[in-house]
Nanobody
Framework: QVQLVESGGGLVQAGGSLRLSCAAS????????MGWYRQAPGKQRELVAS???????NLADSVKGRFTISGDNAKNTVYLQMNSLKPEDTAVYYC??????????WGQGTQVTVSS
């Protein structure tokens, strides 16, 4: 069993920054990918940023140049640094971990609200 706990969301003005954290516990050693997704009201959940166990990073076009994903192995924590935030970044952000055998886990989500 894997538990993912997100933190760091909040209310910020357009142009501001936030850093989201996702602390993972449990059997995470054999994961294939970890990342962040978001879901805005009335929209489908979408990938924001992820990295594979091999180190490949994938960023949504809408956040390239503004968001950075990173991890701290010692702390089993994944971060999403979000700069130059825009109102359209407003969403609930979810941490996700995937395994090669087809199982994945989600965090409870953290709200990010960007005011104009």
């Amino acid at each position: 069993q894997v538990q993912l706990v997100e933190s760091g969301g909040g209310l910020v003005q357009a142009g501001g920054s936030l850093r989201l954290s996702c602390a993972a516990s449990g059997s995470i050693f054999s994961f294939s990918a970890m990342g962040w997704y978001r879901q805005a009201p009335g929209k489908q959940r979408e990938l924001v940023a992820s990295f594979t166990r091999g180190g490949n990073i994938n960023l949504a076009d809408s956040v390239k140049g503004r968001f950075t994903i990173s991890g701290d192995n010692a702390k089993n924590t994944v971060y999403l640094q979000m700069n130059s935030l825009k109102p359209e970044d407003t969403a609930v952000y979810y941490c996700n971990i995937k395994y090669s055998y087809g199982v994945d886990y989600w965090g409870q989500g953290t709200q990010v609200t960007v005011s104009s």
